[in-house]
């Protein structure tokens, strides 16, 4: 036998008996979810906004981003002067000044929106615009991060990401810097 083997079978014979999986943990639902998600969004440095239609983002986009800064949508009814459908290099998108993408979940224990890959076409492209607007049905407000995994299917995307807020960082003399390596803004829409 060589030792290889010998060690991989001294290994085998002292294997300790499995132990059984703990059961999962459950949580009570959160009752007033909205205002748990915006305090947890707020908490990572982002924008709650409750608005009853589409148009009411596109009014605020009129409102507070000049027409000559480029803007990429994805959201039906939200214009945009950018086609990332037709970009093919994604550094093309790095003069992106604001991004409106449709968010598939919010958890109000953290704020967290969940994009999956086709919901942004190009990977980059929720980090590497200036400011990012996130819109979210009301009704995809979940409690936890146990109630959002059992919701999130990767292997349907083969690629998605929890956003919670803008980029920051807090790691120079505990001053927490809004906008370290990403965007500067966060703004969430709620919709019913």
């Keep these: 036998m060589s030792s290889k083997a010998s060690i991989l079978a ?53 409102a507070n981003f000049p027409r000559e800064q480029l803007k990429a949508s994805l959201v039906e009814g939200v214009e945009g002067n950018i086609d990332v459908n037709n970009i093919s290099d994604p550094h093309d998108l790095e003069h992106v000044e604001l991004a409106v993408l449709q968010g598939e979940l919010g958890v109000a224990e953290n704020g967290a929106i969940w994009m999956p890959e086709k919901n942004v076409v190009h990977r980059v492209l929720p980090f590497i615009a200036q400011h990012l607007i996130i819109i979210l049905k009301k009704d995809t407000l979940l409690t936890n991060m146990h109630q959002a995994y059992e919701k999130v299917k ?39």
């Design 10 to 62: 001294a290994i085998q014979k002292n294997k300790p008996v499995a132990s059984p999986l703990p059961d999962l943990l459950s949580f009570p639902d959160e009752p007033n979810l909205v205002e748990k998600y915006e305090k947890g969004l707020s908490g990572n440095g982002g924008q709650l906004m409750q608005v009853t239609a589409i148009k009411n983002v596109q009014d605020y986009i009129e």
């Design 154 to 192: 990767v292997n349907d995307h083969g690629y998605g990401v929890f956003i919670a807020g803008p980029s920051k960082t807090a790691d120079i003399e505990q001053s927490l810097v809004i906008g370290a390596h990403g965007p500067r803004s966060l703004t969430v829409f709620l919709m019913d």
